[in-house]
């Protein structure tokens, strides 16, 4: 008589198939990191853009989903210098603080940990590059506004390759310096121009704008898109591995004006860079790509439409909101990101990711 196999050892069966199939598509632990911070990108912004986006939906091609809660140290409501610190340094500060902690003392950041492993590092922004986000991976400021400050900290290397507006802060500073000369002395490419062109270069400065870049509705066109691809194009040369920070700045503005639509062409932007980052990390079992928010911007609401199958959005404020925010992740080591936790924890999960202490 033949005995029947045991429901257990079908299951056990199951499971090792699926481990082997998990870890054949990833490994356990990424050399590239792809974080990508939609900038006041709630989960309302999220639910309203997507319903009405006719391409794909990025977001559902992520297997591991968390939540992060965004207060900074002295406010429930943080502001993106506070939240993008969290992420940098792993220490919640005061709001508008830029790489320091809440007795504004310099702490190292991801980019500078990543360097001190050989690691490559890289900004691409719809900001200027000096904006609080960016700025807040390799530079040390009491204060977010002091645009011409940060930009100097550009000179200690630990940011290879930045992308995006702020022409003005390198060559028309307040101060008179001559800071692009000094960056190229540095080693670095010093490129301003309207539009993004391929470069071989691996340590390059690429303005495209005085300040912020246009607006998607001003025909920004597929910029983001294009400077990720670049970027990950200059960073993949070196073989350590490498960090790239890329944010869809202005979702955030478009919630400040409480701007519906301003918003959502933004968000559909970003869908369509984060599309174009997990298509190559589909192809990279090395890399993890995650995808967060430093906070809500606008308390938005979607709320009932005359037309049943429709929504009216509302804004219930000008400002941030103090909602958590989702996380996304895939690739190697992605699951580390589910749960529900403080942002700070995601400086935690990336440094033990990349073994950068
Ligand atoms: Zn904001």
Redesign the pocket.
Known sequence: MIKPISFKVVLITLQCVLSIALSAQHASKPKRVIFLIG??MGLSQISGAMSTYTGQNAFLRFPFIGLSKTSSAKQYIT??GAGATAFSIGKKTYNHAIGVDADTVPLPTLFELAKQRKLSTGVVVTSSIQHATPASFYAHVGNRRLYDSISTFLLNGNCDIAIGGGADFIFNRKDKRDLSAELKASGFLVINDTILKDIAATKYIYLLAKDGMPTMQKGRGDYLKRAAEQAVKNLSTNKNGFMLMIEGSQI?WG??ENNYKYMASELYDFNETINVVLDMAAKDKEMLVVVTADHE?GGLALNEHDDPLRFSPIYTTKD?SGVMVPVFAYGAGAQEFAGMYENTEIFNKLVKLLNLK
């Open positions: 900038d006041g502001d993106s955030d919630g400040h911007t941030h």
